[in-house]
């Protein structure tokens, strides 16, 4: 069975700091694009970060850039979400999505993550920032 696990999300104090993964099975995740996207209370859904097949190309949401960090390592399959100077406003569900790349241009792919039948979800892990 073909899926992503994620983990890593807790509760910590504003100014804190949390790493949240994201595991795929069944496939190699270097084959694909992925993306973090976090859902709050009575919010809509939104991206927050994405990632290129390489690690050589990342994008932002402007209210985590310069403290999030995407990143990933092949070896392990793993995917990465450094956060860093915790908000209550990034208090949500985090997820993590992965596609098939069929543009060379990443922020095409990443604008699109999510609506594709194809396209791997994993089950959320909750992320709280509160003092």
């Known amino acids: 069975q073909l899926q992503l696990v994620e983990s890593g999300g807790g509760l910590v104090q504003p100014g804190g700091s949390l790493r949240l993964s994201c595991e795929a099975s069944?496939?190699?995740?270097?084959?694909?694009?992925i993306a973090w996207f976090r859902q709050a209370p009575g919010k809509e859904r939104t991206r927050v970060s994405c990632i290129s097949r390489s690690g050589g190309g990342t994008n932002y949401a402007d209210s985590v850039k310069g403290r999030f960090t995407i990143s990933r390592d092949s070896a392990k399959n793993m995917v990465y979400l450094q956060m860093n100077s915790l908000k209550p406003e990034d208090t949500a569900v985090y997820y993590c999505?992965?596609?098939?790349?069929?543009?060379?241009?990443?922020?095409?792919?990443?604008?699109?993550?999510?609506?594709?039948?194809?396209?791997?979800w994993g089950q959320g892990t909750q992320v709280t920032v509160s003092s």
């Open positions: 999505a992965a596609t098939f790349p069929r543009s060379p241009l990443l922020s095409i792919v990443c604008a699109n993550i999510g609506a594709g039948k194809n396209d791997y």
């Open positions: 069944g496939f190699s995740m270097d084959s694909y694009v």
